[in-house]
């Protein structure tokens, strides 16, 4: 069975950065698009970030261009997500999701991820 485990989250004032680390129970995660995904109390969850399987290739939201990073560290079979320059309405629970193998379909598209964690709470104080 698939598992992905979320860690890195935390409280942070406004300016400062954490990195979330997403470990996955499968052997490779360099054949499945990576993505992090977010939820804000009251609000649907939202794409935050994607790395696509072929090519590594990298996809954010507007909203963390510039001030968010995504990576991965295949012989480890984790993704990070580097934040920096945190502001409060960064807040949210985080989490990591995984395509199925190979997946061709687009990274934002929510569900296109098959695998989810079960999140990591960030919060962001003024």
């Known amino acids: 069975q698939v ?8 409280f942070v ?10 470990v996955a129970s499968f052997s490779k995660v360099s054949i499945y698009t990576m993505g992090w995904y977010r939820q804000a109390p009251g609000k649907e969850r939202e794409f935050v970030a994607a790395m696509i399987w072929n090519g590594g290739n990298t996809y954010y939201a507007d909203s963390v261009k510039g001030r968010f990073t995504i990576s991965r560290d295949n012989a480890k079979n984790t993704v990070y997500l580097q934040m920096n320059s945190l502001k409060p309405e960064d807040t949210a629970v985080y989490y990591c999701a995984a395509t ?3 997946y061709i379909g687009a990274s934002t598209y929510r569900d296109g991820y098959h695998y989810w964690g079960p999140g990591t709470q960030v919060t962001v104080s003024s």
């Open 3 to 10: 598992q992905l485990t979320e860690s890195g989250g935390g």
């Open 13 to 22: 004032q406004a300016g400062g950065s954490l990195r979330l680390s997403c």
């Open 100 to 102: 199925v193998p190979y």
